[in-house]
């Protein structure tokens, strides 16, 4: 079989000859794809010093997989480097405070750190070898509560005393009343030395526990449940855990093959399960009261809606479907028994007095999310419920508890856009304190609950600032004039915030304002190298595109030549961002900052390029998100075949030379575009790509399409491997081959499929070593290398 790569002579593109068709003002793949290093680092996870005079963030080391921590006053001085083998004052971004702010503890590679903010005193309240989490101060500023080794403990803030808060133990209790049995009755009946000695035995026990003081009585849980999260009530008195059945099947794991070694010998690894492979057990809610080690189990079958089926048409359907491909009617049926709905997702937190527990509980199903409360009898009370018919999203989950222990606040998109509600514990009433037809995220309460801060792209869906409001409710009140995407850390006084920031051709860097939105921005750092600051970057403008299927534009980012000639005809390149739900047409430096760069080099060649946030994309709301529930790929494709029309009516686009590229769910709507709609693209190269969604993970791909067993429809409809007979045009398919993310074999099953099809018009490029982000500059110059000579085959050198 002779490909059309092997007509065009591929091969060559290997021996490192330079493109000769980028422009002399082109940056040039050589570099654009050379270790990001060369772009300059911008530091990460920044936090601010507990008396806000300073702050801290970690730097990737040039050459290395290390970050470097470095402390930033903010008197003007440069920044200096911070020794993290040593105990610095300030080292931990993930802070928790004691109500009375006289203390501050965090996570000190693994051990615990306390810090008196009046003195600045800082003492290792653990050094182990094993990792300690969870620091927690009591309710009442007496003790830090920490998590070691399954357990909590307590540390004195007077005293210094450790005291041991639970004894959560494996096994069968040994001292439990055993079950009644003949044999054993008939022994104790007969001998009166047996039990004798067995009073005795337990006398010892008995006596050891009480010189042993205030112990936490052990608990046992019976080997019947593993323990999935523990989280502790401020005041020390209960301990929610969140379980599962232990023993429960997480579904047949996929296997990897590393066939480049050190040692030379093929090594393998177990990778995830596949979607409707049980991947995420039901779990379960108990609380134990830690006094007298009582353990009760949360029901949740009466919450609202939980003994509804919602696949209940689905399953119907499903049966007419496998039955018609050639299964056993009986053994499907069985099959797809209404089983009860269950939980499979619980996220809990202790109200500030440790009185009251909220959770936060996730239908397996993805349908229902509800938020609810643990009264004293331990019975839960519903607080807030959201249903979606799609899925709920898995994003905007967010919920947290302001100090009067009274009431919640927490993220909701029931109004179609991500917003912000409080609830009244006791009342269970919800208030919507943001409005509005865009999106907030990220909710930070100032420390004297006056206002609480928020991401939003009020204004713009692409341009994401900082706001606040009141906690009461108000009006929404931007902080940070300055465009791009922001994110804020809050200082502890609640004055100032700390803002991380970037353009679209600049990635983030640290700026500094006034929390209540008074005087300018101050650029605390600026970390973009000289030599990537001096190329000349194609920048793109964010287009509306005009969608004929919707009555929202499909939001894109345009990229044209330099001497860009309306008279003109233009070939043009079509990119597909990943992930489906997320957003690149925004204002902020891309993820996707690899492309942003090549697309410079294809505008200089003279290349138009379109990047568009098509249905399914983040920042857009629920309605846009979910239109692609039971058919991924569909409305996707008809928004770029109306980017298709978009660039042919109005930037004199010649509609017989276009291609489309794209990784990860990209790399899946390259397939879809090509083997739907042939006529239309004249290329495509189609990366780390999701070819039949019945391999994809669960806990994604169960949400869009639900399971294969329930929606077969859904799966035939949206999987490329399906559609694969409508190849005709070139097509470029690159996979690494250590992808624990859409596995190398989804690749391995088109090319097998392809084969016996007699397709020609495909050539694989694979990528022994590298996962489903690439991470060998080799590799990415190799990719794309491959794809404009694709391009420049198939789509800009193409006959008229």
């Known amino acids: ?115 008196a903010l009046g003195s600045g005193d800082v003492k290792a309240i653990t050094r182990t070898v094993s990792d300690e989490s969870q620091p927690l101060f009591s309710a009442d500023d007496s003790e830090l509560f920490f998590l070691a080794g399954g357990q909590f403990f307590a540390y004195g803030l007077d005293n210094g005393q450790l005291r041991q808060v639970t004894n959560i133990a494996p096994g069968k209790d040994p001292d439990a009343e055993p079950e009644f049995n003949v044999l054993r009755e008939q022994q104790q009946r007969s001998y009166a030395t047996v039990v004798e000695d067995s009073r005795r035995a337990r006398a010892v026990k008995d006596e050891e526990r009480r010189a042993r003081g205030s112990l936490p009585h052990p608990v046992y849980l019976n080997d019947k449940y593993e323990v999935v999260q523990r989280s502790l009530s401020p005041n020390g008195q209960q301990l929610a855990l969140v379980v599962r059945d232990a023993g429960a099947d997480s579904g047949r794991a996929g296997i990897m093959p590393n066939y480049v070694t050190e040692d030379g010998y093929t090594s393998t690894r177990e990778l995830r399960a596949r979607v409707g492979a049980n991947a995420y057990p039901e779990l379960h809610l108990l609380v134990l009261n830690v006094t007298d080690g009582e353990l009760s189990t949360i029901e949740t079958s009466e919450l609202p809606g939980m003994s509804s089926d919602p696949f209940k048409t689905l399953r119907r359907e499903a049966l007419d479907w496998h039955v018609a491909k050639g299964a056993d009617k009986d053994a499907v049926a069985k099959q797809l028994e209404d089983d009860d709905r269950c939980i499979n997702d619980i996220r809990v937190m202790w109200s500030p007095d440790g009185n009251t527990l909220a959770a936060m509980l996730f239908a397996a199903d993805y349908k229902d999310r509800w938020l609810a409360t643990v009264d004293a009898e331990g019975e839960l009370q519903l607080q807030h419920r959201l249903n979606d018919e799609a899925w709920i999203n898995w994003a905007y989950n967010d919920f947290g508890w302001f100090q009067d222990s009274s009431t919640l606040w927490l993220m909701s998109e029931e109004s179609g856009y991500a917003h912000l509600y409080t609830t009244t514990v006791d009342a269970r009433r919800v208030r919507a304190i943001t409005r509005g037809d865009f999106v907030v995220r990220n909710p930070i309460v100032a420390p004297d609950e006056s206002y609480i801060y928020l991401e939003g792209n009020r204004g713009h869906p692409g341009n994401w600032q900082i706001f606040r409001v009141a906690a009461s409710g108000g009006e929404l009140e931007r902080v940070a004039d300055i465009d791009g995407v922001s994110t804020a850390a809050l200082s502890p006084d609640g004055k100032q915030l700390l803002i991380t920031r970037s353009s679209m051709d600049r990635h983030p860097d640290l700026y500094l304002g006034a929390a209540d939105g008074s005087g300018t921005l101050k650029q605390l750092t600026d970390t973009v190298s000289q030599a990537f600051a001096t190329v000349d970057w194609v920048v793109p403008e964010i287009v509306e595109v005009p969608s004929s299927h919707v009555e929202a534009p499909i939001y894109s980012k345009l990229y044209l030549p330099r001497d860009y000639d309306p008279a003109k005809r233009y070939p043009a390149v079509m990119f597909v961002h990943g992930a489906g739900y997320t957003q690149n047409a925004h204002m902020g430096w891309p993820y996707y900052f690899h492309e942003f760069m090549f697309h410079t080099v294809l505008a200089d060649a003279g290349y138009i390029v379109l990047d568009m946030d098509y249905r399914a994309s983040e920042g857009y709301g629920r309605d846009w998100r979910t239109s692609i529930y039971r058919q991924m790929g569909h409305p996707e494709l008809e928004d770029y075949l109306d980017g298709v029309d978009f660039l042919a009516d109005g930037y004199s686009v010649d509609r017989d030379r276009i291609g489309i590229y794209g990784g990860s769910y990209g790399g899946f709507m390259t397939f879809m575009a090509l083997f739907r709609t042939p006529e239309v693209f004249a290329a495509g190269a189609a990366l780390r790509p999701v070819v039949d969604w019945m391999h994809y993970n669960h806990g994604y791909t169960a949400r869009i399409l639900n399971t294969p067993l329930v929606d077969p429809v859904a799966y035939e409809k949206s999987s490329p491997i399906n559609h694969a007979a409508g190849l005709n045009k070139p097509l470029l398919i690159a996979a690494g081959m250590q992808d624990d993310n859409v596995f190398f074999q989804d690749s391995v099953l088109l090319v097998q499929k392809f084969i016996e099809m007699k397709k020609e018009d495909f050539e694989i490029a694979i990528y022994p070593l590298d996962a489903h982000g690439f991470v060998h500059p080799e590799s990415w110059l190799d990719e794309y290398r491959r794809i404009f000579k694709l391009m420049e085959n198939a789509v800009k050198n193409r006959s008229q």
């Open 1 to 115: 079989m002779t490909s059309f790569f092997a007509r065009q002579g591929l091969a060559l593109i290997a021996t490192g000859l330079p493109l000769l068709a980028m422009a002399a003002t082109s940056p040039g793949l050589e570099r654009v794809m050379s270790d990001p290093d060369w772009i300059g680092n911008a530091p990460e996870n920044a936090y601010w010093a507990d008396d806000g005079s300073a702050i801290y963030y970690q730097q990737k080391r040039e050459g290395e997989d290390i970050r470097d921590y470095y402390r930033l006053a903010l008197d003007g001085s440069d920044p200096e480097q911070v020794d993290r083998a040593e105990l610095p004052e300030d080292s931990g971004r993930a802070k928790v405070y004691s109500a009375d702010r006289t203390h501050v503890a965090w996570v000190h590679h693994g051990d615990i750190m306390l810090k």
